[in-house]
């Protein structure tokens, strides 16, 4: 057993590396348990609507990795100071299709990255990116199971000043169309039935938030030359800044289940409640439900660490 396990970790870490090689946001998305292959433990569900504000506390419900510091002022500081720097939020819980809200000003410099990532344990993703040496533009992007079809799902879209003032960007997903806004104002909209080969984010997604240096000069060729160059680290730090979260899962329950391997969101059971593939937020019961508790099998399980 403990070889097996080994050999399942190298794999894992090989598969990393590999896709790294091709694809920047890899850098930070990885999945502990992939349910279209084996066996996972449910995904604990948010089942409502939380508003979570980081100029009052570190988030509930949410994991740090790496120095995340808070102020009353400008929220969450997220600094990539030295090499090997990434500091990230996670989310303990899933949302079913949702909306996703967070006010931010990403970090300048070339070669840094500030993210924001929704991320399914089979590796369905939507992305926000903002590359540092490129202060008035976002980049957005999405992945079915771990794939794109060559590299045509991402967009990069005006943005001024993004790392000079505070903006709210949304996600907003059911299982007909992604929208991405900013400030309200829808920016991009990826209808479903014109994701490349069906590759169209549809299972229990966790919400990551953080910086990273795609410049560092040990990274692929690739990764480096799409962050924009090699990050000068004695020019730092370079901070992201996050002032509040707000999500809305249009789904309800306590966890979310693959019932089958088709990463289908048909095959989605919600625990104590139902799958909402319209996304009527409506159904969404409010804030006011208790907060998730994990236990540390949990909590380990969801964080991917």
């Not at 920047?24 to 939380?50: E, M």
């Not at 966790?206 to 692929?220: C, F, L, M, Y």
């Not at 962050?227 to 309800?252: F, H, L, R």
């Not at 693959?258 to 799958?275: E, L, M, N, P």
Request: proline letters at 6%; hydrophobic letters at 30%.
């Amino acid at each position: 057993m403990l070889f097996t396990a080994k050999v399942a970790a190298l794999s894992v870490a090989l598969a990393i590396w590999l896709s790294s090689l091709f694809s920047p946001v890899w850098s930070q998305t990885y999945t502990s348990c992939n349910p279209l292959t084996q066996s996972c433990p449910a995904d604990p569900a948010l089942g409502k609507s939380a508003s979570f504000d980081l100029t009052k506390e570190s988030p509930r419900d949410w994991s740090a990795r790496g120095t995340v510091t808070y102020d009353k002022i400008n929220g969450a500081s997220f600094a990539v100071a030295k090499r090997g720097d990434g500091p990230l939020i996670q989310s303990h819980f899933y949302i079913m299709f949702g909306r996703v809200s967070i006010t931010l000003k990403a970090a300048p410099g070339v070669g840094i990255v500030s993210s924001v990532v929704l991320q399914s344990d089979c590796l369905d993703e939507i992305d926000w990116e903002w590359l540092g040496s490129k202060g008035n533009e976002v980049q957005t992007n999405y992945f079915g199971k771990g794939r794109t079809e060559g590299h045509k799902n991402g967009q990069s879209l005006s943005d001024p000043n993004n790392n000079g003032q505070f903006q709210t960007y949304t996600i907003d997903w059911n299982s007909e169309r992604i929208l991405w806004q900013i400030d309200g104002t829808t920016v991009r909209t990826l209808n479903a039935a014109e994701a490349a080969n069906g590759l169209y984010p549809q299972t229990p997604s966790h919400i990551k938030v953080g910086v990273w240096a795609g410049g560092d000069p040990e990274n692929a060729p690739g990764t480096i030359e799409w962050a924009g160059g090699q990050t000068d680290y004695s020019a730092g730090p370079y901070v992201m800044q996050v002032k509040s979260i707000n999500v809305t899962d249009y789904s309800t329950g306590s966890k979310y289940e693959y019932s089958d391997k088709t990463g289908s969101w048909k095959s989605i059971k919600a625990v104590g409640g139902q799958v909402n593939g319209s996304g009527d937020p409506g159904k969404a019961p409010s804030s006011s439900s208790p907060p998730i508790s994990l236990s540390p099998t949990q909590a380990s399980s969801s964080s991917g660490t």
